[in-house]
Every structure is written in structure tokens, then in C-alpha cells.
């Protein structure tokens, strides 16, 4: 009796057959869906809007960006990585990862304010033009929500000194991961829209 009500209260699922934290992982990443939607959109909208100071076309820097992109999306597979160790009780492997991860992320964030650094340097601020505001409150809430994943993954890499991760835990992993791959999708997205589709020059 005592074991099925333990293990009754680790899982506390909802009606749904999720585990509540989850449930409620996936409704706040589709409220961030519908907020970096509005983003992106707005975006469109207006990076056209305003002929003032640096266009898009002539300040986006590709090659860079291709490269933190690739990093970000490899701190995806460390994920992956991470969550298996956990799962099968693997500490070790497991803090590995999830550094690794978070390391990733963090560099991807050293390409951002290099990339910005650029841009300020060109006269391209969010005070510039429409473009320069939009943008960068596009990829500045971006970058935001990386550092709050990258906090997120060093606060589990130091509680697994103190408490362990083992299997029974590795929901909490879980649930990093899926906000860390959220913003993976997220920025391939911004990738796509901002940095491809943006650097075409506009129609004469």
C-alpha cells in the first residue's frame, strides 16, 4: 500500500495522463509560441518600413550567424545526451552533457553580443529604424530566453553534486530539455525569417 501511494505521488498525473509540471510546460511553450509569433510578425511587417541608416541586406552577417546557429542546435543533441544519462542513472555522463549544453548555449549568447557589438559599431541601433527596433526585440527576447536556459541548466548541473540524478528525477531534465529545444525551433525560425529571408534586397 505504502509503495503504490509513493509512487502514486511522484507521478501525479493529470487527467490527461501527463505528469502536472509537463502539462503545464507545454501550455506555457504555447503561450510562448503565440508571444515570439506576435514577434516575428511584427517584424515582417515593418523590416521594410523605414529606408533610415543600415538595411538588412547590408549589415546581416550570415557566415556568423550560420555558425552560432549550428551551435545551438548541436547544445540540442547534448540535450538528448544529457536526458539518456539521467534516465539510466549515469551521473556522471550526465552532468557532462547537461555543462555541455549549457556552455554551448552560452556561447551561442558570446555570438549574439558580438553580433550586436557589429551592429551598433555600423550605426545600426534600435533607434536606427523600424528594422534596427524590431530586430533587435526580436533577438534580444531570443537571447533572453537562452540565459534563463542556460541559468536553468547550470542550476541542475550543481544540484547533481549535492542531491544526485537519478532516474526518478529525470522529469526535471525533461523539462529543461523541452523549454531548450523550444528556443532551438525558436531560433531556426528567426534564423530563416531574419537572416535568409531578411538579407534579400527589396524589390526595385
Known amino acids: 500500500m505504502t509503495t503504490n501511494t509513493t509512487a502514486h505521488e511522484s507521478h501525479l498525473a493529470t487527467t490527461t495522463g501527463l505528469d502536472h509540471r509537463k502539462l503545464l510546460m507545454w501550455l506555457f511553450l504555447a503561450s510562448e509560441c503565440l ?3 506576435s514577434l516575428i510578425a ?3 511587417l515593418y523590416k521594410d518600413a523605414s529606408v533610415v ?3 538588412p541586406h547590408e549589415i ?3 557566415p556568423v550567424t550560420s555558425t552560432s546557429t549550428f551551435v545551438l542546435l548541436t547544445s540540442s543533441l547534448a540535450m538528448v545526451l544529457a536526458l539518456a544519462a539521467v534516465q539510466r542513472s549515469d551521473v556522471v555522463a550526465a552532468r557532462f552533457w547537461i555543462f555541455a549544453t549549457a556552455f554551448l548555449g552560452a556561447t551561442f549568447l558570446g555570438f549574439q553580443v558580438y553580433e550586436f557589438y557589429e551592429f551598433v559599431i555600423h ?3 534600435p533607434k536606427t529604424n523600424v528594422f534596427g527596433a524590431s530586430f533587435f526585440t526580436l533577438t534580444g527576447f531570443h537571447g533572453a530566453h537562452v540565459t534563463v536556459g542556460v541559468i536553468w541548466l547550470m542550476s541542475l548541473f550543481f544540484y547533481s553534486f ?3 540524478l537519478p532516474a526518478e528525477k529525470s522529469l526535471d531534465v525533461e523539462l529543461a530539455g523541452l ?3 523550444f528556443v ?3 531560433w531556426v525560425v528567426i534564423f530563416t525569417v531574419v537572416y535568409l529571408i531578411g538579407t534579400l534586397p527589396p524589390e526595385v
Do not use: A, E, M, S
Open 42 to 44: 511584427t517584424f515582417l
Open 53 to 55: 541608416g543600415p538595411q
Open 162 to 164: 549535492r542531491h544526485g
Open 60 to 62: 546581416l552577417n550570415i
Open 123 to 125: 550605426g545600426l541601433t
Open 35 to 37: 508571444f515570439f509569433g
Open 184 to 186: 532551438d525551433i525558436v
Open 179 to 181: 523549454y531548450w529545444h
